[in-house]
Every structure is written in structure tokens, then in C-alpha cells.
């Protein structure tokens, strides 16, 4: 099994970009997947989720209202653009992926996840 995330890069306070994570050896459409962050000293938080089977989604305060994630069941990707980026969006992005059937809001606790990418850095310049 292999999460492949990227899309992140360094962009100006204010900008958009839109981070991908495809998986191979394991089913999006299934189970929940979605999105964390790590910003330098600090934990890894949630960002965003989808679930598997019904489509609902679910986001983290600091993301909500500049951010839909979806879910592209052809090419087994999960999309998070992100609108109006700030300084402290600055952080590494992991996609995840949880068991079988798990929901988005099983997603938003970091032990739900089964499987992880390898990370795509944001920097998001003042």
C-alpha cells in the first residue's frame, strides 16, 4: 500500500494551491481519507477528511470555509485545495488513510489512521 501526496510548493499569503493524494494498493471509495499537518515543533493536527462511502466531509477550524476536499473515485485521489493561505498554514501535509468503512470523523483522530503519505511541504510566505 502507497499514499502519494504532493501539490504543495511555496506560494505568497493569500494564494490557492491544491494538494493530491493518490492511493495505490488500497480503495479510497471504502473508508475515510483525508488530511493532517505539522508545523515545525508542533504536533501533527487534523485538517480535513472524507468519508468512504457517503461523501460527508469534515474540517479542522483553522481550514473551514477555505477548503473542500473531494474524492476522484476514477483516479482513486483525494483533492484538498486551499483558498486564501496564511502563514501559518506553513506545515508538512500528510494524507491518511483509515480501515475499512471508517468515517471522517473517526478520521480526525490520528490513531484512526492506518496508512500515511509521504508528506508534501507548504510554505506560505508573509
Known amino acids: 500500500v502507497q499514499l502519494q501526496a504532493s501539490g504543495g510548493g511555496l506560494v505568497q499569503a493569500g494564494d490557492s494551491l491544491r494538494l493530491s493524494c493518490t492511493g495505490f494498493g488500497v480503495t479510497f471509495n471504502n473508508r475515510a481519507v483525508g488530511w493532517f499537518r505539522q508545523a515545525p515543533g508542533k504536533d501533527r493536527e487534523f485538517v480535513a477528511a472524507i468519508s468512504g462511502d457517503t461523501d460527508n466531509t469534515g474540517y479542522s477550524d483553522s481550514v473551514k470555509g477555505r477548503s473542500a476536499i473531494s474524492r476522484d473515485n476514477t483516479k482513486n485521489t483525494v483533492y484538498l485545495p486551499m483558498n486564501s493561505l496564511k502563514p501559518e498554514d506553513t506545515a508538512v501535509y500528510y494524507c491518511?488513510?483509515?480501515?475499512?468503512?471508517?468515517?471522517?470523523?473517526?478520521?480526525?483522530?490520528?490513531?484512526?489512521?492506518?496508512?500515511w503519505g509521504q508528506g508534501t511541504l507548504v510554505t506560505v510566505s508573509s
Open positions: 491518511a488513510a483509515g480501515r475499512y468503512r471508517t468515517t471522517w470523523r473517526q478520521l480526525r483522530d490520528i490513531n484512526s489512521a492506518l496508512y
